[in-house]
């Protein structure tokens, strides 16, 4: 079975604060797909990043950053000089090969930047 | 290009009543889905349909639920009979592929029943 935790339930940060989200999954695939999604408070989820199993370069993106470790099983992510912009509920999601695709979110975790 | 839609935004019924939310993909995902978002489960997966194949329907949590998708493009999630516990917001995405591709949400649809 296929598992996404993000033991993080909230987080609250000081503008500028560098912050990381963490997630950890479990799947007996041995190839799937990782994804963050963002949820503002408008509802509508944003997608953020997506990863492959065989793949764990890190990733850059502005201030946005990914590393994905296949021995900890963790796909966390981080932001950089945060800004009350990023508030928000991040998910993390495990897609496996022969799943269909349907996304497995963790529990998300509510980021809180106060100026 | 437009993204993916779904109507209504809010619904309100009455305990027992039928249910219908209708999600509109982007032009040319041929992979959509059905995710329900509530306080006590999170996000969880409903059901997906991909091109003509038979829908994946592992997520429906029971036979009051159920989908269709007509001419590959627009989907309709119709909850009979109603229960409080239905209360949560439906979410519809579509994409390219299936496993590999990100997926597009819609806003939701909000429904209460009470």
């Known amino acids: 079975a296929q598992k996404v935790t993000q033991a993080q339930t909230e987080i609250s940060v000081v503008e500028k604060e560098d912050v990381t989200l963490d997630c950890v999954y479990e799947?007996?695939?041995?190839?799937?797909?990782l994804f963050w999604y963002k949820q503002p408070p408008s509802g509508e989820l944003v997608f953020l990043i997506r990863?492959?199993?065989?793949?764990?370069q890190n990733e850059i993106s502005g201030r946005y950053s990914w590393n994905f470790q296949k021995s900890t099983s963790s796909f966390n992510f981080t932001i950089t000089a945060s800004q009350v912009v990023d508030s928000a509920v991040y998910f993390c999601a495990l897609s496996a090969l022969n799943q269909g695709g349907k996304l497995i979110f963790g529990q998300g975790t509510e980021l809180s930047v106060k100026p | 290009g437009a993204g993916v839609s779904q109507s209504p935004s809010n619904k309100v019924t009455e305990k027992g009543k039928d249910v219908e939310l209708r999600c509109d993909p982007i032009?040319?995902?041929?992979?959509l889905y059905w995710y329900r978002q509530s306080l006590g489960q999170g996000l969880e997966f409903l059901i997906y349909?991909?091109?003509?194949?038979?829908?994946?329907k592992s997520g429906l949590p029971s036979d009051r639920f159920s989908a269709e998708r007509t001419g590959g493009s627009v989907s309709t999630l119709t909850i009979q009979r109603t229960q409080q516990e239905d209360s949560a917001v439906y979410l519809c995405?579509?994409?390219?592929?299936?496993?590999?591709?990100?997926?597009?949400f819609g806003p939701g649809t909000r429904l209460t029943v009470l």
């Open positions: 349909f991909q091109g003509n194949s038979a829908p994946d």
């Open positions: 032009s040319g995902h041929t992979a």
């Open positions: 990863r492959n199993s065989f793949d764990e």
């Open positions: 995405a579509s994409s390219l592929q299936r496993e590999s591709s990100e997926q597009f």
């Open positions: 799947t007996r695939d041995t190839t799937y797909y």
